[in-house]
């Protein structure tokens, strides 16, 4: 072993004084990595909780647009259904009674200026509906169906247990029926006036048309209701999303299309099995 100038071998450092060593350096490493993960991890952690509040705010916002949008459309539909519906059963009672000259001429001055109404506003409110009412609840109408253009507005039109042929998932087909039935309602109006020499003609035209409008009148009742039905849905996802499970689910809002809505044309399917179309 070398020795020093004195003549003595160089002290060894104590293995305890090592051993204390390396665990104080241990102890403040740990302490150091478990300072920065805690700190990192608490840091996403909340970053994440915020996140999460940010996206139910905005979904929150969300529905409320959409049941504001939907009701919306109810009431610009409901209007113009209303107006077109009395407009048209005045002035079939007007037809009845040709030689009151004064009521008949404003039953047809208003008949024809609700005509115009409805012509410069339902394309408006049809797009309304099907943006605002069907879209969001995945329904897609965009093809109107071939079996509207034969319907003749004098039975139960829509698929069910009835065995109809048009959807009724759709609130565009529906308000698209009404349209439909007004145009051959207005077809019967005109012909009634052109059958003036023909009592027999003009009886049988007058009771189609009453019978065509008691199934609009039905069928426009089914359409509010359905409106209705998805803005109440609308509001009361908030309340199947509240809670913790509103924290962890991603993605954009979705709808589902409430069960009560099929009881919207339940009424007008018990009408109609009552009130068969007559024979001409």
Not at 6 to 12: I, L, Q, R, T, V
Not at 120 to 136: G, H, I, M, S, T
């Amino acid at each position: 072993m070398a020795q020093d100038k004195d003549g003595e071998a160089p002290k060894a450092t104590p293995p305890e004084r090592t051993a204390k060593g390396d665990s104080l350096r241990e102890k403040v490493g740990t302490a150091l990595l478990g300072f920065l993960l805690t700190g990192v991890v608490g840091t996403m952690v909340a970053t994440w909780f915020q996140q999460r509040g940010w996206a139910w705010q905005n979904r929150v916002a969300q529905v409320e647009k959409d049941t504001t949008s939907a009701l919306d459309s109810l009431r610009s539909a409901s209007d113009l259904l209303d107006k077109r519906w009395s407009a048209t059963f005045q002035m079939l009672q007007a037809t009845q009674t040709p030689t009151d000259g004064d009521g008949s001429k404003a039953a047809k001055d208003r008949f024809l200026t609700v005509n115009n109404e409805w012509e410069l506003q339902y394309a408006n409110v049809d797009a309304a509906v099907e943006f605002n009412v069907d879209r969001p609840f995945g329904v897609d109408a965009k093809r109107t169906p071939d079996a509207l253009w034969v319907f003749q507005c004098n039975a139960y039109p829509f698929d069910d247990a009835a065995g109809g042929a048009l959807d009724a998932n759709a609130a565009h087909t529906i308000l698209t029926v009404v349209n439909h039935c007004q145009d051959l309602v207005k077809t019967d109006i005109g012909d009634i006036g052109r059958a003036a020499n023909d009592p027999s003609a003009r009886q049988r035209l007058t009771d189609q048309s009453y019978f065509r409008l008691s199934n609009i009148y039905y069928i426009n009742d089914a359409l509010r209701c359905v409106i209705l039905e998805r803005a109440v849905a609308m509001r009361r996802s908030l309340d199947a999303q509240f809670g913790w499970a509103s924290f962890f689910q991603e993605g954009s809002q979705a709808y589902k299309i409430p069960a009560r809505e099929r009881d919207c044309l339940a009424q007008y399917r018990e009408w109609s099995s009552k009130n068969p179309p007559k024979q001409q």
